[in-house]
């Protein structure tokens, strides 16, 4: 295993580090198994990271710059996870290991607290769930994310969490308190509301209607959720009728907004993606072959295409922050403080 001259990702470079900087040393892994059937299968391998809040290169697709990533692998096991690739720099498998091995960065809290503290640290967006997800099965057992939400709190920083997990609700009080302070955004993925595909493509999820459970609490809790409605698989989750059954469900579940997302195979996903592809729809094969045959993204036309009817059933069902409660937002001021000087915020 590689530990060694380890970047988050080669597309996340660790912030105030050069590029070949470790972001932990080999003498720092802890590995643990736990005798739990939940954990059965899956290796922990603890570490002490060196950073915790990483860049994304101003080139990158991604609608955000800094990103916290307290766990590498993820017990969801989607089948088509494009985070899969990322195991491969620490010399682990991106198939099953992915699902298997996971990396946890223990002291995640203390560093980031450390980071918002930083002179050269200036409020900046954080996104989390960007990699894999922070509220996968080891979060209830390592408890990360609330020493995470409670430093992002303190200091008034704007975060957001995109999330498989219904673990989220555990940190609804936190969640609730750092919406009083700043702005914090929280996404779920829902890409369809189909069980049969659910429970062989995303074999380790909870099961959509749950995560619509979770859109729901959120909303009820005056924290806006949108869903990420992410992947819309070809030929097995885009039908017509799949997609008005999962427009119907996020809009009833009162989502503040719905968008569409079409999978994309980047290598490591691809492979694995594929494999299970012909094992479980052998005739699709081919037509997978020739929709992904310029790479890591369907065709623009069938993009537009998925996106059009997304649009326009999410109008149907009346989907939007105006439907939706719009949850309370406050803005701090520039100079990161404790929460309690809740006098110097400004309501939107
Ligand atoms: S929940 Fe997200 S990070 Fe985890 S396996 Fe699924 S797609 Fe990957």
């Known amino acids: 295993m590689r530990w060694e001259n380890l970047t988050e990702n080669p597309a996340e470079i660790p912030t105030g580090r050069v590029t070949d900087a470790a972001l932990f040393g080999a003498d720092t892994v802890t590995t643990r198994t736990f005798d739990t059937p939940e954990f059965a299968g899956v290796t922990f391998h603890e570490i002490r990271a060196r950073s915790i809040v990483n860049r994304v290169p101003g080139a990158s697709r991604m609608p955000f710059e800094w990103t916290v990533n307290p766990y590498r692998g993820c017990t969801h096991a989607c089948v088509y996870c494009f985070a899969r690739k990322t195991h491969s720099y620490l010399d682990l498998d991106t198939g099953l290991g992915f699902d298997s091995q996971i990396v946890v960065k223990v002291n995640a809290p203390e560093l980031l607290r450390r980071h918002l503290a930083s002179r050269r640290w200036h409020g900046e967006h954080i996104a989390m769930g960007t990699n894999v997800d922070c509220y996968q099965r080891a979060e209830g057992r390592y408890r990360l994310m609330p020493g995470i939400i409670e430093a992002l709190r303190d200091y008034a920083n704007p975060f957001s969490i995109l999330t498989k997990g219904t673990l989220i609700l555990r940190d609804l009080d936190l969640l609730r308190q750092a919406a009083e302070v700043t702005d914090v955004g929280v996404s779920v993925s829902v890409g369809f509301v189909d069980r049969e595909l659910w429970r062989t493509v995303e074999p380790g999820t909870p099961a959509p209607e749950r995560r619509l459970d979770v859109v729901r609490a959120l909303g009820e809790a005056g924290i806006g959720c949108g869903v990420l409605m992410a992947p819309v698989i070809p030929f097995l989750g885009d039908h017509p009728v799949q997609l008005r059954e999962t427009v119907r469900a996020v809009a009833a579940a009162g989502a503040t907004s719905v968008t569409p997302l079409v999978l994309h195979l980047r290598p490591g996903a691809r492979e694995w993606f594929m494999s299970w592809l012909g094992q479980h729809h052998p005739h ?37 922050p105006s439907r939706a409660e719009a949850p309370r937002r406050l803005r701090a001021r520039q100079e990161p403080e404790p929460a309690s000087a809740a006098t110097q915020l400004t309501l939107l």
């Open 284 to 320: 699709l094969v081919r037509r997978y072959e020739r929709l992904y045959a310029e790479g890591a993204y369907a065709p623009k036309w069938y993009q537009r295409r998925i996106t059009r009817q997304v649009h326009e059933l999410a109008e149907e069902f009346g989907i939007g």
